[in-house]
């Protein structure tokens, strides 16, 4: 199964929350697990990326929680801002080949 | 260092007709890779481009074809058009060995009337 699922489709939160996004995958094979943000009308951005040998990676307000067990892994945005408001893709690599395999987006809503 | 850059930003094409996008690599990549994005959607892999070669293909027909020069810039080329063609086009590019990262370019809009 090439197929990342992502959840939810839609959140919205107040400034100051906590954005949680959430990918599950099957295929054991994928070595590698980036977050894109994208705002409209341009290309995704790299945010932040994990192996699946660590169990966690932070940067300034972005973390990874990754649950090798379990196949899933999420994003935590903390002290959401309203620029952060942005489509943002959970993504898998292949260890084979550079291919990105994307999941189907959240679009995220912080009000001020 | 300059970023990935795609031109041209917008297209309108009719139905049957040819297009031609253009991606210019990020500077020190050597890799490039293209993907279709439909409106609402996640980004779907078409194909990459290594040293000149394609390296790997997603489930696109052969009417989706590209190249990649000595400078490591690409085309894409699609054959054909149909209405679903319509979409964001994004270029990525990437260095080979132990880096991962793919850094996208802003792609271009096609419009298939």
């Known amino acids: 199964q090439q197929q990342v699922k992502q959840s939810p489709q839609s959140l919205i939160v107040q400034k100051g929350g906590i954005s949680i996004i959430n990918c599950a995958y099957e295929?054991?094979?994928?070595?590698?697990f980036p977050w894109y943000q994208q705002f409209p009308g341009k290309g995704p951005a790299l945010l932040i990326a994990?192996?699946?040998?660590?169990s966690e990676k932070k940067e300034g307000r972005f973390t990874i929680s990754f649950n090798k067990s379990a196949k899933q892994f999420s994003l935590h945005i903390m002290d959401s801002q309203p620029g952060d408001s942005a489509t943002y893709f959970c993504?898998?690599?292949?260890?084979?080949?550079?291919?990105?395999?994307f999941g189907s987006g959240t679009r995220l809503l912080v009000r001020p | 260092e300059t970023g990935v850059t795609q031109s041209p930003t917008h297209l309108i094409k009719t139905r049957g007709q040819q297009v031609t996008l253009r991606c210019s690599s990020q500077?020190?990549?050597?890799?490039v890779s293209w993907y279709q994005q439909a409106l609402g959607q996640g980004p779907q892999f078409i194909f990459q481009?290594?040293?000149?070669?394609?390296?790997g293909r997603g489930n696109f027909p052969p009417r989706f074809s590209g190249l990649q020069f000595p400078n490591y810039s690409s085309e894409l080329n699609v054959n054909a058009l149909e209405l679903d063609d319509s979409a964001l086009y994004l270029c990525?590019?990437?260095?080979?060995?132990?880096?991962?990262?793919?850094?996208f370019g802003p792609g271009t809009r096609l419009t298939v009337t």
């Open positions: 990525a590019s990437s260095s080979s060995g132990l880096t991962y990262e793919q850094y």
């Open positions: 295929n054991t094979a994928f070595d590698y």
């Open positions: 500077s020190g990549h050597n890799t």
């Open positions: 481009y290594y040293r000149e070669e394609e390296n």
């Open positions: 993504a898998a690599r292949l260890d084979s080949s550079y291919k990105l395999i």
């Open positions: 994990i192996r699946p040998d660590v």
